[in-house]
């Protein structure tokens, strides 16, 4: 069974740091790339960063780009999205998800596998 379970979210003050963990079960890191997504109140959710399969290539949208960090650890099957430079607009749920050997990970509409998110709250 697929399964991927996110972490780490919580509450900050503006200029913080949270790093979320992407923990993933049942497939091959290998065979799928991993992206992370947000979504605020009242908003679409948005594509913020991923990681190709085997690493390959990463993306970043531009509200997070520079500020952002995408890695992954093959031995713990974990992706993490280090966050740094909060910001109150930072505040959303964040998702990962997992799409099957997607050409561009940013291919933000063909990820087939979501986690259920965590919360990240920038307080102003």
């Given at each position: 069974e697929v399964q991927l379970v996110e972490s780490g979210g919580g509450v900050v003050p503006a200029g913080g740091s949270l790093r979320l963990s992407c923990a993933a079960s049942g497939f091959?890191?290998?065979?799928?790339?991993?992206?992370?997504?947000?979504?605020?109140?009242?908003?679409?959710?948005?594509?913020?960063?991923?990681?190709?399969?085997?690493?390959?290539?990463?993306?970043?949208?531009?509200?997070?780009?520079?500020r952002f960090t995408i890695t992954i650890d093959n031995d713990r099957n974990t992706v993490y999205l280090q966050m740094n430079y909060l910001e109150p607009d930072d505040t959303a749920i964040y998702y990962c998800a997992a799409g099957r050997r997607l050409f561009y990970c940013s291919d933000w509409g063909r990820y087939d596998y979501w986690g259920h998110g965590t919360q990240v709250t920038v307080s102003s």
């Open positions: 091959n890191l290998d065979d799928y790339a991993i992206g992370w997504f947000r979504q605020a109140p009242g908003e679409e959710r948005e594509g913020v960063s991923c990681i190709s399969n085997r690493g390959r290539s990463t993306h970043y949208s531009d509200t997070v780009k520079d």
